[in-house]
């Protein structure tokens, strides 16, 4: 399996998340099992199925973040040359040249992309148009709304 990008950022809340499933999540999760099998019959009791169920989707969860953290390329952004490029990690400053608007976008991994929080996945179309070009370049982006002209106002690496 290759590598993913990954920030610093977007790898520390995937180990607090795992952290949080193992010590928190589990021990309810068995404490909620052995509650229920004291209750007697396994074959109709709700409450058995239920934390038996949550306890596949904690443990699924567990082994989906142990094997993302596994594969994950984790770029120090500010460790990386600041040479105004766009790269993954930068947070980009972008005007609509039809509109003037102003927007900002910080470019991480797919896990850690959040639209409302402005984080663009490496791998979106916005990210993909914008990846190599500098402060001052007009780029054009393909959207669903049609093609979208932007001028690169600020690289920033933090």
């Known amino acids: 399996m290759s590598q993913t990008p990954m920030t610093v950022t977007g790898a520390q809340k995937l180990r607090q998340e795992l ?7 589990r021990p309810q999760i068995i404490a909620a099992i052995a509650e229920a099998r004291a209750h007697g019959d396994l074959k109709e009791n709700a409450e058995y199925h239920a934390a038996r169920e949550q306890q596949g989707f904690c443990e699924g ?3 989906e ?3 993302k953290l596994s594969n994950a390329q984790i770029i120090d952004i500010s ?3 600041q040479t105004g490029r ?3 990690g930068v ?3 972008l005007m609509n040249c039809d509109t003037e608007e102003e927007i900002s976008y910080r470019i991480v991994g797919d896990d850690e992309a959040d639209i409302k929080e402005r984080l663009i ?4 179309p916005i990210a993909r148009g ?3 070009k500098e402060v001052d370049d007009v780029v054009n982006i393909k959207t669903p709304a049609g093609d979208v002209e932007y001028e690169i106002l600020a690289v920033e690496y933090r």
């Open 19 to 25: 952290e949080h499933l193992k010590t928190v999540m």
């Open 61 to 63: 969860r567990i082994q």
């Open 65 to 67: 973040i142990e094997s």
């Open 79 to 81: 460790k990386l040359p």
């Open 86 to 88: 766009v790269v993954f």
């Open 91 to 93: 947070t980009v400053t």
């Open 121 to 124: 996945s490496v791998n979106s």
């Open 130 to 132: 914008l990846i190599g």
